[in-house]
C-alpha cells in the first residue's frame, strides 16, 4: 500500500498540515464566525423578545390596575347615587306622609265638626220633640195648659240630669 510507504510520509505529512492550515483558516475566518453571528442574533432575538414580554406584562399589569381603580370609582359613584336616590325617596316619602297626615287632620276636623253640628241638630230636635210630647202627656193628663217656657226649662232638666 502506496499511504504505508516510508518514502511517501514526508510528502503527505506535508499536505497533511497544509490541508490542517486551510482548514482551520477556513473555520476560524468563515465558519465559526457565521455560526457565531448566528448565536448572537438567537441570543438577541431571545433577549429582545423577553424584554418585549415583560414590557407586554407590565403594560396588562396596569392596564388591570386602571380597570379595577375605574370599576372601584364606578361602584363608588353607583353607591353614591344609590344613596340619594334613597334619600330623595325617603324625603319624597316624608312630604307624602306629611301631606297625606295634614290632609287626614284635616277630613277628620271636618267630619268631627260635621258628627257635632249633625249632634246638636238631632240633640235641639230631640228637645223639641221631648218639649211637645211632654206638653201634649200634661195636656191630655193632667188637662192643663203649661207655657212653652216651663216645659223647655223641665225638658233641660230633665236632659243635664241624664247627661
Do not use: C
Amino acid at each position: 500500500m502506496p499511504q504505508l510507504n516510508i518514502a511517501d510520509f514526508p510528502p503527505q505529512l506535508i499536505w497533511l498540515a497544509i490541508t490542517f492550515v486551510v482548514l482551520y483558516f477556513l473555520m476560524a475566518k468563515v465558519a465559526v464566525p457565521g455560526i457565531s453571528d448566528v448565536l448572537e442574533n438567537r441570543q438577541n432575538r431571545i433577549t429582545s423578545d423577553l424584554e418585549e414580554a415583560k414590557r407586554l406584562s407590565e403594560e396588562a399589569e396596569k392596564a388591570r390596575a386602571d380597570y379595577e381603580e375605574a370599576l372601584a370609582e364606578a361602584r363608588s359613584q353607583a353607591h353614591g347615587i344609590v344613596s340619594e336616590l334613597k334619600a330623595q325617596v325617603a324625603k319624597e316619602q316624608e312630604t307624602s306622609k306629611a301631606e297625606l297626615d295634614a290632609a287626614l287632620a284635616k277630613k277628620t276636623k271636618a267630619a268631627e265638626t260635621s258628627i257635632r253640628e249633625a249632634k246638636e241638630t238631632a240633640l235641639s230636635h230631640v228637645r223639641e220633640i221631648a218639649a211637645d210630647t211632654a206638653k201634649s202627656a200634661v195636656a191630655k193628663l193632667v188637662a192643663l195648659d203649661i207655657s212653652d217656657k216651663d216645659v223647655d226649662a223641665a225638658v233641660a232638666a230633665s236632659m243635664k240630669g241624664e247627661a
